[in-house]
């Protein structure tokens, strides 16, 4: 099989803003295929970086309509 050379810059450019994030990130080599690896992996990195838990329980969203809607005196709307 032959791999393009616009294929190859496409990986480095998507390489490059992955290094350039703030957000975790986990590069996994699924070259081999083997799926049991690869998926043991990824959810052990997620166990080890709390990617599996939420430390929110009220999404910062919701919290913040709900003091718009008070400063500006309109009704409060219960989320589920």
């Known amino acids: ?12 450019v ?3 803003f ?3 994030s703030i957000l975790p990130k986990l590069v996994v080599d699924v070259t081999d295929g083997r799926v049991d690896r690869i ?6 990195w997620l166990e080890a970086t709390g990617g599996l838990t939420s430390r929110l329980t009220v ?7 709900n003091r718009l ?5 309109m009704i409060q709307v219960a989320f589920p």
């Not at 032959?2 to 480095?12: D, G, M, N, T």
């Not at 998926?39 to 052990?44: G, P, R, Y």
């Not at 809607?69 to 005196?73: F, I, K, P, T």
């Open 18 to 20: 992955v290094d350039g």
């Open 39 to 44: 998926v043991k992996q990824i959810a052990d």
């Open 59 to 65: 999404p910062p969203w919701k919290s913040n309509l």
């Open 69 to 73: 809607r008070e400063a500006s005196g």
């Open 14 to 16: 998507v390489a490059e």
């Open 1 to 12: 099989m032959v791999i393009s050379p616009s294929l190859i810059r496409e990986q480095e």
